[in-house]
Structures are given as C-alpha cells and as structure tokens.
Nanobody, 116 residues
C-alpha cells in the first residue's frame, strides 16, 4: 500500500525558513520523479518544484527560484523542500507528489503559513 506523508509545515515569519519532508513507502521510490505542489485558498494548484528519479535534475516555478531547493535521499525514500526567504504569498498547503508514467501518488499535505 502506498503511503506518502509530508511533515515540517507550520507558522513562520516573513523572511524565515522551513524545511518540508516527504516520506514515501509502498512503491519503488527511486524510480519516481517527485514534485512539491502547493495550493493557496481560492487558487489553483501550483507546481513548485520537481526532481528527477536519480536527483540529477531539478526545476522550479519562477515564483520560488533562488529561494527554494528540492532534494531527495533515495536510501531513505524521502524528498525535501528547503524554503528560505519565505513570503506571505508562499502561504499554502504543500503536497508531495510521486509520478511515473500513469502512476500518480499524493500525500495529504502540510500547511505552511507565512505571517507576522
């Protein structure tokens, strides 16, 4: 059975940092590209960052380039999102997504709130 569990969200002041983690099980993690996707209230989901299965390539939304870093540890079946210089507009539920061909798995999300 597939399990994807995000953690590390919370309340942070503007300019602060958070590190999200996503622990996965029930599938061959090292064969899947991993994504972080966020959704703010009243807005559509936004693809924030992607990392290839072997970690060799990453891509970012323009809104987070230079501030967020995605990484993965295939030995631990975990993907991370380091978020620095957070802004109020980064407030959203952040979801971890595993994708390979037609297979698409999602976690339950973790709330990130950036506010003073």
């Amino acid at each position: 059975q597939v399990h994807i569990v995000e953690s590390g969200g919370g309340l942070v002041q503007p300019g602060g940092s958070l590190r999200l983690s996503c622990a996965a099980s029930g599938f061959t993690f090292s064969m899947y590209a991993m994504n972080w996707v966020r959704q703010a209230p009243g807005k559509e989901r936004e693809l924030v960052a992607t990392i290839t299965s072997n970690g060799g390539s990453t891509t970012y939304a323009d809104s987070v380039k230079g501030r967020f870093t995605i990484s993965r540890d295939n030995a631990k079946n975990t993907v991370y999102l380091q978020m620095n210089k957070l802004k109020p507009e980064d407030t959203a539920v952040y979801y971890c997504n595993a994708r390979r061909n037609t297979r698409d798995y999602w976690g339950q999300g973790t709330q990130v709130t950036v506010s003073s």
